[in-house]
């Protein structure tokens, strides 16, 4: 977790889930600065129903993409390259608990189920399938088109909208600007392409090494120029000595 200012303030590792990272990071973030973030900006990587209701619970703005394009113009392009209809060309209508199509037509819920990674969701289908002009552009089933509502859809649904919006979207822009310098850092500069240690404990301390290293890099960068000090060894050392205790 890099904070605008470009310094890490949190890192774990997870052996199996980048998202399940997410939390001691924000509790590292919250001994360091004293509180949570104000707003944490996420890569589609990161979108999910846990991840987007932590962010609600820790009271923190989340700018985090679905990943899949929601602007009209975008799911028009894709029926029209020969695709079908994508899941944000229909609008979910809470109120009736159904979904409307794009030729204006309903999808009501039919039953409960499990998928393979034992989530429950709701299915949805299609009444009027059979006579509608778009059906081409739609679905090839003889049963019509049919969605799923997994758990938190509705959190999904929010921020999209939010990220449909210029002023979110030039917000989230910044990221980029923020946290890739650091993966560039570590995998270039640093190689870090793998780890060489054996153990969750023990590449665990070899990534926190790698975040200390950046840090004071960082710090001793930000010194230098600060002072405009000339890059001399002998400065450099004395430099990496004062920020040692950091």
Not at 43 to 66: H, Q, R
Not at 107 to 120: A, E, I, K, S
Not at 122 to 129: E, I, K
Not at 153 to 174: D, I, N
Request: aromatic share 10%; charged share 25%.
């Amino acid at each position: 977790m890099v904070h605008e200012s470009g310094l890490i303030v949190g890192q774990h590792v997870d052996p199996s889930s980048e998202r399940a990272a997410l939390k001691p990071m924000l509790e590292q973030h919250a001994a360091a600065c004293g509180q949570m973030p104000a707003t944490v900006l996420l890569d589609a990587g990161f979108v999910s129903f846990p991840v987007l209701a932590l962010m609600v619970e820790s009271n923190s703005d989340v700018l985090c993409p679905t990943g899949q394009a929601t602007s009209e113009d975008n799911w028009e392009r894709r029926a029209g390259r020969g695709g079908k209809f994508p899941k944000q060309a229909f609008h979910y209508v809470a109120v009736r608990d159904v979904y409307s199509c794009p030729s204006g037509r309903e999808l009501v819920y039919d039953q409960w189920h499990v998928d393979t990674f034992h989530r429950r969701y709701r299915l949805y289908r299609g009444t009027r399938c059979g006579d509608c002009p778009l059906r081409a552009r739609c679905t090839d089933s003889k049963y019509g088109r049919s969605l799923k509502r997994y758990q938190g859809e509705e959190l999904k649904e929010a921020m999209a909208q939010v990220l449909s919006q210029p002023a979110a979207r030039a917000k989230y822009q910044r990221r980029r600007v923020i946290v890739e310098p650091c993966f560039a850092e570590l995998r270039e500069r640093q190689g870090l392409k793998r780890f060489h240690r054996r153990g969750l404990a023990a590449v665990r301390a070899e990534f926190a090494l790698h975040c200390i290293a950046f840090n004071l890099k960082k710090a001793v960068v930000s010194f230098i120029l600060w002072f405009r000090l000339p890059l001399r060894p002998w400065r450099l050392f004395g430099l990496v000595c004062i920020c040692a205790p950091l």
